[in-house]
C-alpha cells in the first residue's frame, strides 16, 4: 500500500506541474526565450525531484561545489 501511495503522490505532483507550466506557456504573456528557459528549468527540477524519489541520486547536501 505505501508504494501504491508513493506512486499516486508522484503521479499527482507531475500533473500539477504539468497543468501549471501549460497554464503558463499558454496564457501568460512572456518571451519565447523566457518560457523556453522556464521549461528547461522546470523540467530539470522536475528530472531531479524524481531521480531523488526513486532514490537514484544521493542526497544533495552531501555534494559539495
Avoid at 37 to 56: H, K, P, S
Amino acid at each position: 500500500r505505501a508504494l501504491g501511495a508513493a506512486l499516486f503522490v508522484i503521479f499527482v505532483f507531475l500533473v500539477v506541474v504539468g497543468v501549471v507550466l501549460y497554464v503558463i506557456n499558454a496564457f501568460v504573456p512572456m518571451d519565447a526565450k523566457v518560457k523556453m528557459i522556464l521549461n528547461v528549468v522546470v523540467v530539470l527540477v522536475v528530472v531531479l525531484w524524481l531521480l531523488r524519489a526513486f532514490g537514484l541520486l544521493a542526497r544533495l547536501d552531501a555534494v559539495r561545489v
